[in-house]
């Protein structure tokens, strides 16, 4: 039996998308366990929405959050949902964990609970991100670290690497760093070193430098960067998809002639949302912890939740965690 | 008469782009001449193309491109026609200079020759950026530098601010840092550091942090950030909304219902090409330099170069740089 611990404070809009993602995951995945951590309360008010209620979910009344989540220390001692959610898996009584809390607070506290791999310098969020032509990549970092030095660069490249066959499902991963330029004299001292340390090491495909220009082309599988860089790639890339859409919308309602032909054309807006719907991927995976640790946005619906569970369910299937530990040549308990 | 050296060398497609623009944009501005420096012969098969030779049109002879980019120190002292172009604006006999050459040749060559105004630490490259509704803002720096001070971020806001009010015709432009969040506690030290310098500096209108995600909705008309993170802004932003492009034009032309739908939206997809059409601003300032000075692309086409030809055109007409010294307090010669 697989468990998950799920903090589901934390989300803007309450705890029922969080439930009925649970809900619904757990009646067609009967090998695993869901505790769900939070306001008791709310979840069984949620609960009773269900008309198929899972046998294996179990609920933790906790309903505290963070009293300040930018006072990390204070946070990581107080007992939050959150917390409790990350300390079931550091005493392994659960397998992973999923919280849609404050991001600071989950990777500080993840980090100090959980502890970093032997060999792994920081934790760093990856998304999986979608591309318009069906594959998908992992992105990281995008934000937990804001100064990034080049051997973090390289850690990541590996372990990202591992999960990329994982969850990918990829025999031989296209690694790469996203920088400012294809030619090797390009970009952050950092990155220059990372980039001739990845280029002399065999495990791993790298294929070097890629810009940001094609990263939604499926030019790689993992594109390692800086979180800094990370993140400003990340929402630079949804601000500017989700502008379009608003634009390409504006201008079709603004003729009746055209308001007709989108009555056409709107099977092909469904697929072109569809293909770039971060919701699809639901989360980011932190990296770089002896354990197997999402975070799911702070707005996360129940498709976003689905997608969450769905990647947790991958990762544990394919004892993901001990094959990173293999790759970084650590032995398993 | 105001001056403009043309460098017509470093564009990958040749010269008739450049030769063509220059014609009609003479043709229109009387006021104006045109010194074109490149290849003299390649630059005369151009003009034969052209039916209305415009008066005020001169060639200079020099098909000298740098013989190693990466080697700035000698590239600065080589015959080429970049650095003849430059010359001209730094020893008055230009107004200002245009080039599509190698942009480290030319932020270096500028630099050196035309040199930086007092109280600017560093030159940056800004493009005015298209928005979602219609107006547009300027972003800055987009990759002159990759390590980045706060005093830097400082100077850029004050100059871009100027940049605004002229180009774009604003008399309060709002100004802005671009960050990995809204929050003041977030992102990069010399980031932090030019957000308090910048919230008590009365002279601008600065209104804190934007995030990458909502900057083509026109929330900002300055947007100031480090050389590497605006490159990265720049390229993932043209990446997605190409990316994106590439996508619907695909999912359309899979179904042939889609395609019948295309004919009546057909008017929809250009107004928005129009919209984020970057050629239609067409090139990147060099700013905080003692001289106008303006990059186009390497593959700029006739559009292009006639944004940028018109950039320049509005920038001596409202005397740019005289009211640059003005607002940084230096005395004009």
């Known amino acids: 039996m697989y468990k998950i611990a ?80 990350i300390n079931l898996v550091a005493n392994r009584k659960a397998d992973a964990v999923l919280s849609s809390g404050d991001s600071g607070a989950y990777l500080a506290s993840a980090t100090f609970k959980i502890k970093r791999l032997p060999g792994i310098n920081r934790a760093a969020f990856m998304p999986i991100m ?65 980039n001739e340390i990845l280029k002399n090491d065999f495990t791993i495909n790298y294929v070097g430098y890629v810009e940001p220009r094609t990263i939604l082309e499926g030019v790689a599988d993992v594109a390692v960067i800086d979180g800094y860089g990370g993140n400003l790639v990340l929402k630079s890339l949804e601000g500017a998809i989700l502008s379009f859409k608003k634009l390409i919308k504006n201008k079709i309602m603004s003729k009746t002639i055209r308001k007709i032909g989108y009555l056409f054309l709107k099977g092909s807006f469904k697929d072109v949302a569809e293909t770039l719907d971060y919701r699809n991927v639901g989360a980011a995976w932190v990296i770089g912890l002896n354990g197997v640790c999402i975070k799911s946005h702070g707005s996360s619906d129940e498709k976003a939740y689905t997608g969450a569970l769905n990647q947790i369910k991958l990762a544990l299937k394919k004892n993901i965690l001990n094959s990173v530990k293999k790759e970084l040549g650590v032995d398993d308990e």
């Open 6 to 85: 799920f903090d589901v404070n934390g989300n803007d809009n309450g705890v029922t998308a969080a439930v009925l993602a649970s809900c619904k995951f757990l009646i067609n995945n009967e090998d695993f366990e869901i505790i769900l951590i939070g306001d008791k309360d709310e979840i069984t008010k949620a609960l009773t929405k269900v008309k198929n209620q899972p046998k294996n979910l179990k609920i933790i009344d906790n309903p505290n959050m963070p009293s300040d989540v930018k006072n990390i220390h204070k946070s990581l001692r107080e007992n939050t949902s959150m917390n409790e959610a």
């Open 130 to 194: 979608p591309t318009i032509v069906g594959r998908k990549f992992l992105l990281l970092d995008v934000g937990a670290n804001i100064e990034t030095k080049s051997e973090y660069l390289v850690e990541w490249a590996k372990v990202a690497n591992v999960y990329a066959r994982a969850l990918l499902n990829i025999i031989k991963p296209r690694v790469s760093i996203i920088n400012i330029g294809t030619e090797d004299y390009k970009g952050l001292e950092a990155v220059k070193v990372a």
